[in-house]
């Protein structure tokens, strides 16, 4: 079973968003997947809430319950464990990120969000645990051409001594629209765009956690996932 936390300082950096599309792209993926929200505001898991397929199981938690938890999902034979940790406390992302096999940090390309990256980084340094940096809300391109403060993020965040998503999620209303209805917008019809920028950021975290793609199996019907405390 594999590990990932979806972890930022900055409030509002898109951290449950991509936490929930990553948790969706695996079961899409054909892996049993877990989403622990241990965030207390349980906004994961208030996304999937209006989902009536299958996906994710849902579990509320913390982060001194995480231990418990992952060794339960790998008694359950779970494939991946995805946790969505709290925008501020430190230390709940620290017992995310011992835990986990992949710690992705999520960062808007601001100036408040890549100065609270800095201290984020340090601590998945710190803890000698891989990393990964995904850019956010990052405003979309044109014929082929970075916005400025793209560039500028792109060239900050190569001094956190992590490696850099290769695909930029940008600034897009899909990403919350079918939210609202528990779904990704890999769910979408594949020629839409932001349905193809998060299957290639699935894709990619999937080959990075997993080391091979996965096939895509049929999912069987039922209630869709539920909640529960752990």
Do not use: W
Not at 93 to 121: E, G, H, I, Y
Not at 189 to 198: H, K, L, V, Y
């Amino acid at each position: 079973m594999r590990t990932v936390a979806v972890i930022g300082r900055k409030g509002g950096s898109g951290k449950t968003t991509i936490a929930a599309h990553l948790a969706m792209g695996f079961v899409l993926r054909g892996r049993r997947t877990i989403l622990a929200d241990a965030d207390p505001q349980r906004s994961a898991i208030e996304v999937f809430k209006g989902r009536g397929e299958p996906g994710p199981e849902l579990i509320a938690t913390s982060g001194s319950k995480l231990f418990a938890l992952k060794t339960a999902a790998m008694n359950a034979a779970a494939d991946v464990l995805v946790i969505d940790t709290p925008a501020v406390l430190e230390d709940e992302t620290a017992k995310a990120v011992v835990l986990s096999d992949l710690s992705l940090l999520v960062v808007r390309p601001t100036f408040l969000d890549l100065s609270a990256a800095v201290r984020t980084s340090s601590i998945i340094r710190q803890l000698r645990r891989p990393g990964l940096v995904i850019l956010n809300q990052a405003p979309a391109s044109r014929e082929g051409v970075e916005p400025p403060i793209v560039k500028r993020a792109i060239e900050a965040l190569s001094l956190l001594r992590l490696p850099i998503a290769p695909v930029v999620v940008r600034a897009r209303a899909a990403y919350q629209i079918v939210l609202e209805s528990g779904r990704s917008v890999e769910e979408l019809p594949a020629e839409t765009i932001a349905a193809q920028e998060m299957k290639d950021l699935c894709a990619f975290v999937d080959r990075f956690v997993f080391g091979a793609p996965a096939k895509p199996v049929a999912q069987p019907k039922d209630e869709g996932p539920t909640a529960k405390e752990a």
